[in-house]
């Protein structure tokens, strides 16, 4: 089993930053079969969107709506993954979820609970 657990939502002005965080925590083998991370959103009456992700290799993907905006990153010894959110929108606004997959046993999710993002015009 993996927790994911995120934190650093909040409230922001547009053209502001935020800095979420998802720490990671579980059994060792099972944590170091997991293939890929990313962050999810979901905003009021819209359906959940990948937001970025990390392999475990260390490569990078974003949506296009965020490219440029936000950074995705990992640090390995705190077991705790990064969304660097800079120049928000008020489109940026959702509740922000953490995931973690593996490919082992035919595949398998875990998510977070979630943190809130609000952006003010």
């Known amino acids: 089993q993996v927790q994911l657990v995120e934190s650093g939502g909040g409230l922001v002005q547009a053209g502001g930053s935020l800095r979420l965080s998802c720490a990671a925590s579980g059994r060792t083998p099972v944590m170091n079969l997991m293939d890929w991370y990313r962050w999810y959103r979901q905003a009021p009456g819209k359906q959940r969107e990948l937001v970025a992700g990390?392999?475990?290799?260390?490569?990078?993907n974003y949506a296009d709506s965020v490219k440029g905006r936000f950074t995705i990153s990992r640090d390995r010894a705190k077991n705790t993954l990064y969304l660097q959110m800079d120049s928000l929108k008020p489109e940026d606004t959702a509740v922000y979820f953490c995931?973690?997959?593996?490919?082992?046993?035919?595949?398998?999710?875990?998510w977070g609970k979630g943190t809130l993002v609000t952006v003010s015009s």
């Open positions: 990390i392999t475990s290799g260390g490569s990078t």
């Open positions: 995931n973690a997959h593996t490919e082992a046993w035919g595949g398998m999710d875990y």
